[in-house]
């Protein structure tokens, strides 16, 4: 009797024991699952800037750039305007870790027909009709474009270029202004990829857009720093792309959302 009731303690101790190391086994396994298909992000991992003086520099070239009566936008309308808006918040509101939030961004379409895009702190992004109506085929093409300029912007990464005051500033000395190196711009990419898989995006197409500039590099000169670079970037992607384990390099025929049309065909 009395060996009984010695044993029913350490039997029920035991169970207790053997349950909680399957629970935590469990929630370890599922952690790790977590974390490989939404990574989170380790600050010092993701590239950026902390001088705030040339953030601001660029800020008051951006003034500049809009007193230019050479430069003429087309103004957005209320529909495309909540359509790039809710691109951007869906991006930003699902990698909080690596973007900041609570900041309303701006949109800037530049009657322009070289094909650019480009952003300035504090999420301000230019997108040029000649980019939109040649070679946005698609959404995920623009999602992709849009996805680096978001991180880029986010992020502050900005190279700290020396900047000789002409008293005007044009699109292309805005563009040499916040182009980074190669070494750069691939860490952006990767980090771009990352956000847009958690933003549940098409995030294999910034191949697309890389190999989109790669192909057209002579109407893209505005855009990229070396022709020969972007070959580079290219290559090196897709190792990345290799390592995700994604093999298919195809564009996905996904469709395009009615709200990408309407913004495409109004441009």
Known sequence: ??????????????????????????CAQMKTLFYRE????????????????YVSHLIHLEESLK?????????????????????????????????????KPKFSIVRDKTPFIFSLPHFHFYISTGLVKRYLKNEALLLAAFG????????????????????VTGVKD??????????????????????LRRSE?????????IQTQNKNALDFSWQIRDPRGVSREELAFKSFLVAQGIEQFELSETNSSKDFYKFKDSI
Do not use: H
Request: one cysteine or more.
């Open 1 to 26: 009797m009395l060996k009984n009731e010695v044993k029913r303690p350490l039997l029920k101790r035991a169970f207790f024991f053997s349950i909680c190391l399957i629970l935590l086994s469990s």
């Open 38 to 53: 939404n990574p989170i992000v380790p600050n010092n991992q993701i590239p950026g800037i902390q001088n705030k003086d």
């Open 67 to 103: 007193e230019n009566r050479r430069i003429k936008f087309k103004r957005l309308t209320a529909r495309n305007r909540d359509y790039l808006t809710r691109v951007f918040y869906r991006v930003v509101t699902n990698n909080e870790l690596l973007l900041p939030q609570n900041i």
């Open 148 to 167: 680096f300029e978001i991180v880029k912007s986010g992020r502050n990464v900005f190279e700290k270029k020396r900047v000789i005051p002409l008293g």
């Open 174 to 195: 805005l563009l040499t202004l916040t182009r980074v190196d190669y070494s750069t711009k691939l860490e952006i990419y990767k980090w771009t990829y990352y956000a």
């Open 201 to 209: 995006y098409d995030a294999a197409a910034i191949l697309n857009w």
